[in-house]
């Protein structure tokens, strides 16, 4: 529904967000929402009636841009005006039609900042949740977390809407998604690349291209119809002529940077550099890998287009077109026309205003790798060839820096377990495929496994007594589900406990699948109870680990920060995680490094239900402090996405306990009721869990 004043006309909308906002203030909640509501649809309307006169007005004066180009000095100016003030005509006779007059100003800073960082949804959310509506509170939050994703507080609220009845998964909708269309693609481009599955790689390439030029269109006819409503009288504006010059060039650099904006990811702050040729090359790779030859030589003339004289890319047209046979015609398919147009307009629009910044004093910073050298006046190439110099090796630092991780997850998913909880994501853990799970174990769950590991310690598994293998200062203990399992035959521990043993494992193996997003199922591969415990006397000064800096599926060599994917590594295991038990020892911290083994990136403190999930690969080494006094007990788990290197000793248990003639998950289940753990699924959920949930929620800006 299009929101109207009396007038029938668009009202400005930033009035009716601070109207939302007294009234959220007084808790006024019916009349906020409303409001809310009302500048979020009146915002979105005005930005397509801008579209709409955009559209309209695009011939307006463009006879005189042509002119542009070959005129200078006070005829440019006059060309210039002239193409402005017909244009700007046309927009404001088009606005008028749809928009009251206040409702074309501009807004204020402090505005654009508010919707650019999606706060009215911070709002709306608290306003939805007081007036019960709890399914479009669940899609405020989200929606405001996607734009801040390391608004904790903001998750944790999500997570307890999921966890209340009468929400429904599909609550949980991004209301701006329409503006991330191509980061959603993007994402599922790569995910088909880490695949292998170059079709799919392909055809969303492809869509990711035309979503990124269809944004990027849409921004850039914004800037058109905004930039009509710039103060009239500026002071450092003398003439009529600058005043227009100046204009259009605000407008051309907000059209440069419409890039910018398009190939930033909500919520971060540095654009994908050069997104565009980026793009075109995964398509062309990932076309050459599909067989499609043609398809391939196409995207790489377009690829041409923005570097025509990069060496590589020559080279693979040479490549490409030698195995085409002179068979090279392109087929117009995919985006190689929108693309062609999308560069001339650039360089054009590029020309243009590189001539005004030489002649006017403007301030301008390319979006754009690319922009060839033809386009800068002799006068600024001196400075344009310095700054450009100085970006890419910025860029080329950053790509030492940044780690890429190849195994194919995809870090952020969510986490399908009642009562757990995301405490620490890649940008805490400042790292790849990281995080800290909370809730995974309840006290009693903890205390029962750790019973576990006593018991079986003292009656003697293979490492009773034993030094641990990485330090003589402390004493290494390890317990299997099988041997779990023999133990509970003999009498010796408790049946349930080893099938807990068992049934958690389960439970981490879904938290970790759904939340690293994994494209195949996932198999033991090793599972590990471990208590390693100071051993008195052997403390004084130590300056060893308790487990020293190693990656878990290559050899780890930090003088090259290589890392050697060969035996004896395990090299097939592809998902690390490590459950904690209790936290009454000294020392013990788990912690991420680089790949130097020195430079500590992120520490985890262990406790009762704490998990570290992290991709088993390069670029998550990883150790742990000195255990200087008490015990401490963890359960490592390593997943395989390899059926072949499944852990065949867990299968072995399993059977054990499928021939006593008992499910082991239905058993699992009651041995959950029995030690007065929680029922591990959202529906199963009782009223009375339901409404102790409502207890903990306080009224408050950020956390329910
Ligand atoms: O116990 C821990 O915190 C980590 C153990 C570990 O990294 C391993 O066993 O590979
Ligand atoms: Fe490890």
């Not at 055809?203 to 800037?223: H, P």
């Not at 099938?499 to 699948?513: A, P």
């Not at 890392?563 to 020392?587: I, K, M, Q």
């Not at 130097?596 to 403190?605: F, G």
Request: charged share 30%; hydrophobic share 35%; net charge negative.
């Amino acid at each position: 529904r299009t929101p109207a004043s009396l007038s029938g006309l668009l009202p400005p909308y930033d009035q009716l967000y601070y109207l939302g906002v007294r009234a959220y203030f007084n808790e006024e909640w019916e009349e906020a929402a409303e409001l809310f509501e009302n500048s979020i649809s009146t915002r979105a309307a005005l930005r397509r009636a801008r579209r709409k006169c955009n559209d309209e007005c695009l011939s307006a004066g463009v006879d005189k841009v042509s002119n542009l180009d070959t005129e200078t000095g006070s005829m440019w100016d006059l060309s210039m005006l002239d193409w402005v003030q017909r244009r700007a005509e046309c927009i404001r006779f088009c606005l008028g039609l749809s928009v009251s007059r206040t409702g074309q100003l501009p807004v204020s800073a402090d505005i654009d900042y508010e919707f650019g960082t999606r706060n009215p949804y911070n709002f709306l959310q608290i306003v939805y949740y007081k007036l019960r509506k709890l399914q479009k509170a669940a899609s405020a939050a989200q929606t405001f977390f996607v734009a801040n994703p390391s608004h904790l507080e903001m998750r944790n609220n999500i997570e307890k809407y999921r966890r209340m009845g009468g929400v429904r998964e599909d609550a949980f909708q991004d209301r701006e998604r329409e503006l991330e269309k191509h980061w959603e693609v993007y994402d599922s481009a790569l995910l088909a690349e880490s695949a292998s599955d170059w079709l799919r790689a392909v055809e969303r390439w492809k869509e990711c291209v035309n979503e990124t030029l269809r944004q990027t269109e849409e921004c850039r006819a914004q800037c058109v119809v905004a930039s009509q409503g710039l103060p009239e009288d500026s002071e450092q504006l003398r003439g009529v002529y600058e005043r227009a010059a100046a204009l259009s060039l605000s407008l051309l650099s907000c059209k440069q940077s419409c890039i910018s904006l398009v190939s930033t990811r909500p919520g971060r702050v540095s654009p994908q550099e050069d997104f565009l040729p980026t793009q075109l090359e995964h398509l062309h790779i990932a076309q050459f890998k599909a067989g499609d030859l043609k398809g391939a030589v196409q995207t790489l003339r377009s690829l041409l287009l923005f570097y025509p004289s990069d060496p590589d890319n020559l080279s693979n047209l040479q490549l490409y077109s030698d195995s085409l046979e002179g068979d090279s015609e392109a087929q117009s398919v995919g985006p190689a026309q929108a693309i062609s147009e999308y560069v001339n307009r650039s360089l054009l629009e590029k020309k243009l205003l590189y001539y005004g910044v030489a002649n006017l004093d403007y301030n301008f910073t390319d979006p754009d790798l690319w922009t060839p050298e033809e386009v800068i006046p002799e006068s600024l190439r001196g400075t344009w060839r310095e700054e450009r110099q100085k970006v890419l090796e910025k860029l080329k630092e950053g790509e030492k820096v940044v780690e890429v991780d190849d195994s194919g997850f995809y870090a952020g998913g969510p986490v399908p377990l009642v009562g757990v909880t995301i405490t620490m994501d890649d940008k805490i853990l400042n790292g790849t495929n990281r995080v800290v799970l909370d809730g995974v174990l309840t006290q009693p769950e903890c205390d029962n496994i750790l019973k576990l590991a006593s018991t079986a310690a003292s009656l003697g598994d293979g490492y009773r007594g034993r030094r641990s293998p990485h330090t003589p200062h402390e004493k290494f203990e390890g317990l299997t589900v099988l041997r779990a399992l023999k133990l509970a035959q003999e009498g010796l521990v408790n049946q349930s406990d080893a099938r807990l043993l068992h049934g958690i494992g389960e439970r981490v193996r879904t938290l970790v699948q759904s939340y690293f997003r994994s494209h195949s199922p996932l198999y033991f591969s090793y599972t590990h109870l471990v208590c390693r415990s100071a051993i008195k006397g052997h403390q004084e000064g130590r300056l060893d680990l308790s487990h020293p800096v190693h990656v878990d599926n290559c050899i780890l060599e930090p003088e090259t920060r290589q890392c050697w994917r060969e035996p004896p590594a395990f090299t097939h295991r592809d998902l690390s995680a490590v459950l904690y038990l209790n936290e009454d020892f000294e020392g013990g911290d788990f912690f991420f490094t680089d790949r130097d083994a020195k430079t500590v990136t992120a520490k985890v403190r262990p406790g009762c239900g704490r998990l570290v999930g992290f991709s088993s690969g390069p670029v998550n080494p990883h150790g742990v402090t000195a255990v200087t006094a008490g015990r401490r007990c963890a359960l490592a788990l390593w997943f395989t996405t390899e059926k072949l290197h499944r852990d065949r000793e867990r299968e072995q248990a399993e059977s054990l306990w499928e021939a006593d003639g008992q499910s082991v998950v239905k058993k699992e289940q009651k041995d959950g009721e029995r030690t007065g753990a929680p029922a591990r699924s959202g529906r199963s959920q009782g009223a009375q869990g339901r409404s102790k949930e409502r207890e903990r929620v306080r009224s408050g800006r950020d956390e329910l």
